[in-house]
């Protein structure tokens, strides 16, 4: 197979597709995995009995949130 460039000129041009992208995706991608996280929490996991009953009687709803918000990040980034 044949080399078709150094190596450091490939990172160079995926430095500048990162700096393109708005802080603001990287944000809300983050908010979004922290709320796929949340919805993902094992129970038993839950810092108290009270914030598990809480998780457990919204569990779908902050999934279905992350969800919706993963897939409106990665339009606004595929429409930018």
């Known amino acids: 197979m044949r080399a078709l460039g150094v190596l450091g000129a490939n990172f160079t041009k995926a430095a500048k597709v990162v700096k393109r992208i708005s802080p603001l995706l990287f944000f809300l991608l983050g908010f979004t995995i922290a709320l796929l996280a949340v919805a993902a929490l094992?129970?038993?996991?839950?810092?108290?009995?009270?914030?598990?009953?809480?998780?457990?009687?919204?569990?779908?709803?902050?999934a279905v949130t992350g969800a919706v918000a993963f897939v409106a990040v990665a339009l606004a980034y595929a429409l930018r």
């Open 42 to 62: 094992p129970l038993r996991f839950a810092p108290s009995r009270h914030l598990a009953a809480g998780l457990a009687q919204s569990r779908s709803l902050i």
